[in-house]
């Protein structure tokens, strides 16, 4: 009695910690992924007549930043001063928005899947820090790839891919082909 | 007129607009989630040939999308036209597209990835993003360094339809067989190399690879709208506009016009060579009628505050090229009001060099004989705007419509 009375409320009680700390469960077969990531990409031209993106958040994010630190800068570069010339915040775009949604749903699904978690992914023979320096080396590339490429795999592979844009083909396969070249030297990283 | 499209700042304003923005990112962030895209081994064992979950989604995705998207334009609900196609920079787009592959296998994410992958709080994730942050920053202080390369082998809204000179249908066939291709050599590769047991696969996939054949023998079928098509859903309203005269700019306003630093002017003249040649009005760029089309995909990407004024020696040819360019959904097209011959009987002045002819009695010929073929030389080819204000009356006509289709992508 003693012993159901105490673990009983225990057991319904909401626990956050618990909440982040579930099994999680397996990914969605990819074919059923690819389909719905299909339709939110096409409800997206639609609705909006753009695709969806990423990297120009981070160069929005950035500008906004260098705009607070060093606006005469700012107003002197004329590829920072087409998002954050004088008075343009370059946060008052749509694609800044779409990333809080995809936050916003990246973090929900997580939740709800058990998948929410203070983690580090990487592979079984390298240690968290390696991950981390080897993470940020590769966000700094691939960040300044988008900028040259004027598009990453969400603006450029995915949205340029289904709208039949000739030079988005041309991009992702440069992605694919610049991943494939270095993949043999870095075997040891993720295997 | 096709509906989406929508026009959603003008629909809705601003901040419903991007409420809109935020619910597609929304979708975005959660199916990528549960697609397993947060997790970097998971993307990069792409690359060993593994587990090719990378490449049926984002194929998938893909096919999918393209299928919707010219299903929905050969059914005329959505314009193609008023989507945006990532203008072509070749040598630019394949050495950031390299960089961005050198990027992936080394921190195994990409920026999109890496937002999910820091949304569900994986450490290597917002580290990427933190790094990514860098790397613009980056960009923003050294493309002053390569200008020329980053702008240069420009090719415009060039589509592969334009690239591989096939019909929409085709391409999107085609794209569909080089997608399935591509999922059924991946799982092969899945099985020697993953050593993964396909018969667990479920066998639906095979009725989707049909479904997307299918789809796209649909859009083979149908085929997408030609201009004509496109003005005959439009005609009635635009005819309107002609009957009313509303998109007839008069000389004294196309003056005033040239000399507003607000506007980005695009004076087009359709007339024949010759014509041109001998007299035009200054800034103003020789397009003939049939050469249009190859211009539309650029004007689409001119900024929002574009007006476009048709020019020919009378009307005929330049309400022709109007219907065109309006049936193309370019917004802010206008006519001069008479044409050249307009222009030239009100800012003539007793010009040298010019005279009147005693009867202009065809269609589309010049009213004015020219003693010497000097072009936009002619002073009347560019008026002084303070010498002649107030001594012309004119209707102003120019309303500048906000823009509908987009002028930067997801990467601007």
Redesign the interface.
Known sequence: MTVDTQTQPRKSRFSLKKL?QREGKP?????L???????????????????????????R???F??DLVAPDHVDR?P??L??AGGKTNPLD???V??????????????LI?G?????????PNIS?RT??M??????????????????????????????????????????????????YF??K??? | MTI???H?EALIGKPL????????????????????F?????L?????FKD??VL???????????V??FL?TALG??DYN?????????W??????????????????????????????????I???????????????S??FFQEF?HGSY?G???????LNLP?GI??LL?VLMALFM?WGGEQLERIIGKKDLSKE?AL?YA?AGALVVGALVVLLIGQPANSDRWDSMASQQERRLQERSVYVQPGELLQTMHDHKLNLIMIDVRPETDYNMFHIARSRHIPLEELPEYVGGFHLEPARTLFVLISNDETTSTQAWKYLVAESIPNVYILDGGINHWLTTFWDNEAGIEPQVADTADETLAFDFAAVLGASYVAADPDPHQWEGKIEYIPTIKMDLK???TS????
């Not at chain 1, 450029?156 to 396969?173: C, N, Y």
């Not at chain 2, 580290?127 to 920053?137: A, N, P, R, Y």
């Open positions: 982040f990914y969605t077969n990819p074919y992924g690819g389909i719905l990531l299909g339709i939110v990409l096409f409800l997206s031209f639609l609705i909006t007549g753009q695709g969806l993106g990423a990297s120009g958040t981070l160069s994010v950035a500008v930043v260098e570069v590829y920072l087409e998002m775009y749509w694609i928005f779409v990333t809080i949604g995809t936050i916003l749903g990246g973090f929900t699904s997580g899947h998948r929410t978690k203070w983690e580090t992914t990487r592979g968290n991950r981390w080897l993470a940020f080396v590769g966000g700094i590339l691939f960040a300044y790839g988008a900028r040259m490429a004027r598009g990453c795999t969400s603006g450029q592979a995915l949205s340029g891919g289904a709208s039949l844009s000739a030079g988005s083909w041309v991009v992702m396969f440069a992605i694919f082909g610049g991943a494939y070249g270095l993949a870095l075997r990283v993720w295997n | 989406f499209p929508l959603l607009m991007y409420l809109v923005y935020l619910l597609i990112g929304f979708g975005f962030g959660y199916v990528l989630e549960i697609s397993g947060s997790d970097s081994p998971v990069a064992a792409q690359f060993y090719l979950r049926k989604v984002m194929f998938t995705a893909i096919v999918v999308a393209m919707l998207i929905s609900i959505l008023l989507i945006w196609v990532n203008p072509t920079y070749l630019s787009g394949i050495i950031g597209g390299l960089i961005m592959g050198v990027g992936f296998i080394v921190g195994g994410f990409c920026p999109g990835t890496s937002i999910v992958a820091a949304s569900t709080l994986k450490i290597d994730g580290i990427f993003v933190l790094g990514g942050l860098v790397g613009v920053t980056l960009f923003g202080e493309e002053k980053y090719y809204r060039l589509t592969l339809m334009d690239f929409t391409v999107v794209v999922f479920p996939r989707g509908r289709a987009p992508g997801g990467c601007g």
